[in-house]
């Protein structure tokens, strides 16, 4: 069983910067893919980025391909997301999740996930 638990979520203006945290407990996450996926209000969730331990392969959605990065310290357990020149439209809660796994390439469906943190707010103001 792996738990997870989100940070860094708030309040932040338009081109503003963020760095989310997402740190796994239970078990070590070396041969896990670990990934992002946020909610907005009224929509489905959706991918945002995830990686591969096993490669560090990184996949990031188009919508915030060059705005985001993804990195994490297996040492720690965690993931951080980068979130830099935000916009209103990234408003939106961010869950982590992790599956087990020595994967080449990190999934990209929710479905393809086992664990899930309880998320973190987002809220980006123009």
Excluded: H, I
């Amino acid at each position: 069983q792996v738990q997870l638990v989100e940070s860094g979520g708030r309040l932040v203006q338009a081109g503003g910067s963020l760095r989310l945290s997402c740190a796994a407990s239970g078990r070590t996450v070396n041969g896990y893919a670990m990934g992002w996926f946020r909610q907005a209000p009224g929509k489905e969730r959706e991918f945002v980025s995830a990686m591969s331990w096993f490669t560090s392969n990184t996949y990031y959605a188009d919508s915030v391909k060059g705005r985001f990065t993804l990195s994490g310290d297996a040492a720690k357990a965690t993931v951080y997301l980068q979130m830099d020149s935000l916009k209103p439209d990234d408003t939106a809660v961010y869950y982590c999740a992790a599956v087990p796994g020595a994967m080449y390439y990190p999934p990209v469906r929710e479905n393809e996930y086992a664990y899930w943190g309880q998320g973190t707010q987002v809220t980006v103001s123009s």
